[in-house]
């Protein structure tokens, strides 16, 4: 059976989205919650959150890079899919050990394709992309499970990085309508 894009984001925004008194980031309360963690920590979900994204890999790609936290569940289930080698991003080198931001495949003088769960800003994505670049990495694309919608795309385009989303929040409230 094909995987359907309504089919999946009904079932990413059933298994994620939740309903009570949340304290958000920025410390407003809300009264609904998307929890991506529930689907990357649902074995089936993710194996067709990746059978998706293999689509939207652009050719040419050597590596992909994980964004910690939520980006390395997805980028290990991509890679599967398209057998392409694994980075795993960290937010800021590790002081000890082998001392690296990158870990697991080397990325210099590579193409990257950055992995990335959740967009909403972009921000992450931006930096991690320059750090990426730093350590010699080609880096032109982006992909996301789901592009929020809140600017995040516009924000990747203005630094050179093309964002390709398998869904967006639109998708997911679109699924939730009979």
């Given at each position: 059976?094909?995987?359907?894009?309504?089919?999946?984001?009904r079932?990413?925004?059933?298994?994620c989205r939740?309903?009570?008194?949340?304290?958000?980031?920025?410390?407003?309360?809300?009264?609904e919650?998307?929890?991506?963690?529930?689907?990357?920590?649902?074995?089936?979900?993710?194996d067709?959150?990746?059978?998706g994204?293999a689509?939207?890999?652009?050719?040419?790609?050597?590596?992909?890079?994980?964004?910690e936290l939520?980006?390395?569940?997805?980028v290990?289930?991509?890679?599967?899919?398209?057998?392409?080698?694994?980075?795993?991003?960290?937010k800021?080198?590790?002081?000890?050990?082998?001392?690296?931001?990158?870990?697991?495949?080397?990325?210099?003088?590579?193409?990257?394709?950055?992995?990335?769960?959740?967009?909403?800003?972009?921000?992450q994505?931006?930096?991690s992309?320059g750090?990426?670049?730093?350590?010699?990495?080609?880096v032109a694309?982006?992909?996301?499970?789901?592009?929020?919608?809140?600017?995040?795309?516009?924000?990747?385009?203005g630094?050179?990085?093309a964002?390709?989303?398998?869904l967006t929040?639109?998708?997911?409230?679109?699924?939730?309508?009979?």
């Amino acid at each position: 059976m094909t995987d359907t894009p309504r089919a999946l984001a009904r079932d990413i925004d059933a298994t994620c989205r939740l309903t009570g008194r949340f304290v958000l980031r920025s410390g407003r309360i809300a009264d609904e919650y998307f929890d991506k963690y529930r689907f990357e920590a649902d074995p089936v979900l993710l194996d067709r959150v990746a059978a998706g994204l293999a689509g939207l890999v652009p050719p040419g790609t050597e590596v992909l890079a994980g964004l910690e936290l939520g980006g390395i569940p997805v980028v290990t289930a991509l890679a599967r899919h398209v057998g392409l080698p694994c980075a795993f991003v960290r937010k800021t080198a590790k002081a000890y050990g082998t001392a690296r931001l990158a870990e697991g495949a080397d990325v210099a003088g590579r193409r990257v394709l950055v992995v990335e769960d959740v967009v909403t800003s972009g921000g992450q994505v931006v930096i991690s992309t320059g750090q990426l670049r730093e350590l010699g990495a080609t880096v032109a694309h982006a992909v996301c499970v789901i592009d929020r919608g809140e600017g995040g795309a516009e924000a990747l385009a203005g630094h050179g990085i093309a964002l390709r989303a398998l869904l967006t929040r639109a998708d997911l409230d679109a699924a939730r309508r009979p």
